[in-house]
Nanobody
């Protein structure tokens, strides 16, 4: 079974930055895309950003221009750069990697934007 491990979350003041990382425990073949989702207390999980095998990216309107998703040099590694953080970005951020007939989720890393 593949495990996705996220890291990089924390407490940051509004306007600050964080970089989240996600790495798979082993190589995942035929992966189609990787992405980040988030879930705030009392709200549904929502898409933040995705990146396909070909490098195409997609962002939620609420994070466009502030967050950047990218792939690492290591296989099955994905990053999320969070800039100009707002209190409403506070959530548990999850990594997801998926392909034909499967998807894997991480356990989440907490991001809190607060002074």
């Amino acid at each position: 079974q593949v495990q996705l491990v996220e890291s990089g979350g924390g407490l940051v003041q509004p306007g600050g930055s964080l970089r989240l990382s996600c790495a798979a425990s082993r190589n995942i073949f035929s992966i189609n895309a990787m992405g980040w989702y988030r879930q705030a207390p009392g709200k549904q999980r929502e898409l933040v950003a995705t990146i396909t095998r070909g490098g195409s990216t997609n962002y939620a309107d609420s994070v466009k221009g502030r967050f950047t998703i990218s792939r690492g040099n290591a296989v099955n590694t994905v990053y999320l750069q969070l800039n100009s953080l707002k209190p409403e970005d506070t959530a548990l951020y999850y990594c997801k990697q998926w392909g034909p007939g499967y998807d894997f989720w991480g356990q989440g890393t907490q991001v809190t934007g607060s002074s």
